[in-house]
């Protein structure tokens, strides 16, 4: 009878003890019930998962593992989730204490998941935790699994070009042979050249030959600690920036600057060569070419209603005081413009790393890679292009072009040109 049951009793505050003149018994045996099913609960509870910032740590010190085999898979405000390589950040910064000029931080909140040659490590949603095992699941290369990371440390002494056509490579590895630093100065240098994304045809190298030279290949090996030389973009996906309103509004802000900046002026683009890329693309033989065409000309056929547009604010940026550019808006519809082609090469391993989170810019000035002056560093305090307006430029032709290829009326190689629908 609940009625008889000491009330006092059943959450262990009865003050009479055995004295007491109401029942214990039935108290006694819920107690013991509501134990046991605590004691269940107990058992089914699910083991606490490592944290990112414990993933980061293991990569960051572990001497075994190579960091620039690691992307990390985060969480973009705007454009949702994007990938980026791990040695695209620098770990020890706050990123409240991080002015994104010469290095990036990220929140670890915001990270989703880590992935090793493709291949995904750890992540956040499905409690996958393949570093230390913490929720169960085996560990994966190179953090476990001896015969595979054996496997690997073979493959790397093969030449580079029989690891370029493995079949098994998947397409996040492309690109990320580079060192990643320790140290912050080290790591700084790094981030001088890779963040930002600022890789651009002007400065990268010709298109390489099918047949790569096999001596030079293993000389840019030996310099790299013994291993593979970092892999350059031979072509890139773009549309021109080639109004009427755009071509004389970069005569005039030329003119502008260069009365400002005197020295800038050998730096400055053709007004002819315009552009903005939208991919950076590893192509190492004609038929993976003609196959990059095909996939160009289907992504073409797709319907898009609107058409997407972009204007350029003049609101002058720079990159390390070497880049002055503008910045196309909006970003937004230009990403999910690119996001179907970025998929669609990346699936082919074709994809260069520097495009996985692209900085779209239109390029009007840049300094050689030898030049160590950085003319550009204070441009935006400069009063100019007062009264500009580059007008609205509709993105109806994309082009394939090829690096360091002969220029046709002052533009790159245009391998494959679509219009969109």
Request: a positive charge; hydrophobic letters at 30%.
């Amino acid at each position: 009878d609940g009625a008889k049951v000491c009330q006092f009793f059943r959450i262990g505050k009865c003050r009479f003890g055995l004295r007491c003149r109401l029942a214990h018994r039935s108290a006694l045996l819920t107690l013991f019930n509501s134990h046991q099913q605590h004691r269940g609960e107990l058992v089914n509870k699910k083991p606490r998962m490592r944290t990112a910032d414990d993933v980061i740590s293991r990569i960051l010190w572990d001497p075994s593992v190579d960091a620039s085999e690691f992307v990390v898979g985060y969480v973009d405000r705007f454009l949702g989730v994007l990938e980026r390589p791990f040695c695209d950040f620098n770990w020890e910064t706050n990123p409240c204490d991080c002015d994104y000029t010469a290095e990036l931080a990220l929140p670890k909140h915001r990270i989703q998941y880590f992935t090793y040659r493709g291949l995904r490590v750890w992540d956040r949603h499905t409690r996958t935790d393949r570093v230390f095992g913490s929720t169960g699941q085996s560990l994966a290369p190179p953090f476990g699994g001896e015969e595979v990371v054996k496997g690997r440390t073979s493959n790397f002494k093969e030449n580079t070009e029989v690891l370029e056509t493995t079949a098994e490579q998947p397409p996040a590895v492309s690109g990320q042979e580079e060192g990643c630093a320790r140290t912050g100065n080290t790591h700084l240098e790094e981030e001088k050249q890779n963040q930002m994304n600022i890789h651009t045809p002007e400065s990268a190298p010709p298109a390489p030959e099918c047949k790569g030279n096999t001596s030079q290949e293993q000389q840019e090996k030996e310099k790299d600690g013994g291993r593979p030389p970092k892999k350059k973009p031979t072509h890139f996906i773009t549309f021109r920036a080639n109004t009427p309103a755009i071509l004389s509004c970069f005569q005039q802000l030329q003119n502008e600057l260069t009365s400002l900046l005197p020295s800038s002026a050998p730096h400055w683009q053709t007004a002819s060569s315009l552009h903005v890329t939208l991919c950076l693309l590893v192509l190492h033989s004609p038929a993976e070419v003609a196959a990059a065409g095909e996939i160009l000309r289907r992504f073409a056929q797709l319907d898009r209603n609107p058409p997407v547009a972009v204007t350029f604010p003049v609101k002058l940026k720079h990159f390390h005081g070497k880049v002055l550019y503008l910045s196309p808006q909006p970003q937004l519809q230009l990403q999910q413009l690119n996001s179907g082609l970025q998929e669609a090469y990346r699936k082919e391993g074709w994809l260069h790393r520097d495009s996985y989170n692209p900085r779209y810019h239109l390029t009007l000035a840049k300094l050689s890679g030898s030049e160590e002056e950085r003319i550009f560093e204070g441009v935006g305090d400069l009063r100019v292009g007062k009264g500009l307006n580059f007008g609205r430029l509709p993105i109806n032709t994309l082009h394939l072009c090829a690096i360091g290829g002969d220029k046709v009326d002052g533009f790159y190689e245009r391998v494959c040109t679509v219009t969109l629908r």
